[in-house]
């Protein structure tokens, strides 16, 4: 294991690495508010809550956005589900943990396809309770959730009595803002076919299940943590576009909230800093792999939403970005590897 102030020291950096504003969205006032929160580095403190979950332990995790909602409900984003394959991923094998991951109906074919691109192959929650007893496969679970409020919030409530999950993950995923809505970057409501998943983190922070959220626009889950701070520095923040009288921001907050420029970077970081941990480099997301994953996610249909476009790059920046991101982060965490 490597020595607590060289771990403290790489998180730092991948901290800094990850939350450079490219995007000009905003994200270093997040990540500065964010921080201060915390009290230290917000990828260290995902890691630490990650590598605490127990030994077989379960993680309900949700990555998926509804990207052109009111065109179709079958579009899904490209930022999020390599990213939560990549923790998914280092969770099995750091932890052995029985991951579920939660999405819509409409998405499940297309983010099932990135998890067993990642090495995890789909089975149902029964089938990976013996996977995690002998060790024998390396799976997911994948679970549709429902698209309206009141369904959301019946199954928030079963979902959590029936998994007693030891963790909440949340990668670039939506969640309503004060006035109900769910939006867009560009201020628009487009909660048209989107699971309610943020029902389901608000419950478990009332029941005091430990939650992380990575975010990079201030409308997802676990932003609530940095309410003023969407507000008062994101586009839209204060007034949308669609005149529902509030802001972009979403009010679901979390124990451990990861700003990132990207949210998969978010994620490329958190699984860096888990290995440095773990002193394992196969906990990490290899350049290699963000590579097959991108390749995954384009031949699925998942689209850059900054473009319009179904291709390899992901919030408008393009492919090489996300590589050289994947092998920033290896390059931090090497001494402790």
């Not at 969205?25 to 995902?46: D, I, K, M, P």
């Not at 998969?264 to 906990?283: D, F, P, Q, V």
């Not at 990490?284 to 097959?292: D, G, N, Q, Y």
Request: aromatic content about 4%; some cysteine.
């Amino acid at each position: 294991m490597a020595d607590a102030a060289l771990i403290t020291r790489l998180d730092d950096r991948l901290d800094q690495l990850v939350n450079i504003d490219i995007g000009e969205r905003g994200v270093e006032h997040l990540f500065t508010a964010a921080r201060a929160l915390q009290g230290g580095s917000l990828v260290g403190a995902a890691a630490d809550a990650l590598m605490a979950v127990p030994e077989g332990g379960t993680v309900v995790m949700t990555t998926g956005s509804v990207s052109r909602a009111w065109i179709t409900p079958e579009l899904g984003e490209n930022d999020g589900p390599s990213g939560a394959a990549a923790i998914a991923r280092a969770l099995v094998m750091a932890r052995n943990a029985t991951c579920v991951m939660l999405c819509e109906a409409t998405l499940l074919p297309a983010i099932r396809a990135v998890m067993q691109a990642s090495g995890l192959f789909p089975v149902t929650f029964e089938q990976a309770q013996i996977a995690r007893a002998d060790r024998s496969l390396a799976t997911i679970v994948m679970l549709p959730f429902a698209t309206d409020d009141e369904g959301g919030a019946r199954e928030a409530v079963e979902l959590l009595d029936q998994l007693k999950p030891d963790l909440l993950f949340s990668t670039e995923r939506v969640g309503r803002n004060d006035k109900g809505v769910y939006h867009s970057m560009r201020g628009i409501d487009y909660g048209m076919g989107r699971a309610r998943i943020d029902l389901l983190f608000d419950e478990g922070l009332r029941r005091g299940i430990p939650t992380v959220a990575v975010g990079d626009g201030g409308n997802e889950i676990g932003m609530g943590r940095v309410a003023a701070h969407v507000t008062a520095h994101v586009p839209y923040g204060d007034t949308c576009q669609c005149g529902c009288g509030g802001g972009i921001g979403a009010v679901t907050s979390c124990d451990v909230l990861v700003t990132a420029a990207c949210s998969n970077w978010g994620c490329t970081a958190i699984a860096a800093a888990m290995a440095a941990r773990a002193g394992a480099a196969k906990l990490l997301h290899t350049p290699e792999r963000e590579a097959l994953l991108l390749d995954t996610m384009v031949a699925n249909g998942l689209i850059n939403s900054t473009h319009g476009l179904v291709d390899d790059s992901v919030d408008g920046f393009p492919r090489h970005s996300h590589l050289a991101i994947a092998e920033l982060c290896r390059s931090i965490v090497s001494r402790a590897l």
